[in-house]
């Protein structure tokens, strides 16, 4: 079983930066794919980005060239670093964790971009 923690959500100005964190359980984090996804009121959940075990990313369109996924294998932690944010990356951020057939959630963290 593996738990996922994140924080770092908040309020945020039109073009402001905000970084997400996203703390795992267990000894076997680094082997997991880890990513982000969101979920704005009224839509479905949505892919945001991905790092493997083996660091490599891959980001939806809507946040490529201003978001950016790393790890940190030795402090079981993924982070979602966002910049020239927008009203529309308003959502609830969630953390995923994939491995073969197990796959966990974070109870998600809510971001707001508003002036």
């Known amino acids: 079983q593996v738990q996922l923690v994140e924080s770092g959500g908040g309020l945020v100005q039109p073009g402001g930066s905000l970084k997400l964190s996203c703390a795992g359980s267990?000894?076997?984090?680094?082997?997991?794919?880890m990513g982000w996804y969101r979920q704005a009121p009224g839509n479905q959940r949505e892919f945001v980005a991905r790092v493997t075990s083996g660091d490599s990313t891959s980001y939806a369109d809507s946040v490529k060239g201003r978001f950016t996924i790393y790890r940190d294998n030795a402090k079981n932690t993924v982070y979602l670093q966002m910049s020239s944010l927008k009203p529309e990356d308003t959502a609830v951020y969630y953390c995923n964790g994939n491995l073969g057939y197990r796959e966990y959630w974070g109870q998600g963290t809510q971001v707001t971009v508003s002036s």
């Open positions: 267990g000894s076997a984090f680094r082997l997991y794919g």
